[in-house]
C-alpha cells in the first residue's frame, strides 16, 4: 500500500489512511492525526469533509473487513499498521 498525501490550503499536509471507495478517501492530518478529512473526488474537483474520530476509525475498520473478505493480505496488514499507529494512541 502506497503512501499518499494532498496539500490542503488550511492544513497543511494531509496523509491518506485508507481508500473508502472509488470516489472517496479518508486523510488524517500529518503530524497531530487528531483531525480527519473525507475527501471526495469529483468532476468539480476534489472536496473535504470533517469527519470526528469515531466515524474515521470506523470507516477503516470497515475497509479492513473488506479487505480480509477479498483476502488481500498485505494490503490488510499494512491498513492494520496504520489503524494501530492512528488510533491505539
Do not use: W
Amino acid at each position: 500500500m502506497a503512501e499518499h498525501y494532498l496539500n490542503h490550503l488550511n492544513f497543511g499536509l494531509i496523509s491518506c489512511l485508507c481508500r473508502v471507495d472509488e470516489f472517496h478517501g479518508l486523510f488524517t492530518t500529518l503530524f497531530s492525526q487528531r483531525l480527519f478529512l473525507l475527501t471526495t473526488i469529483s468532476p468539480n474537483g476534489i472536496s473535504f469533509e470533517s469527519v470526528p474520530r469515531a466515524d474515521a476509525k470506523l470507516m477503516v475498520e470497515n475497509q479492513m473487513r473488506s479487505l480480509r473478505h477479498i483476502g488481500s493480505h498485505n494490503d490488510q496488514k499494512d491498513l492494520r499498521n496504520i489503524y494501530k499507529r492512528t488510533f491505539s494512541q
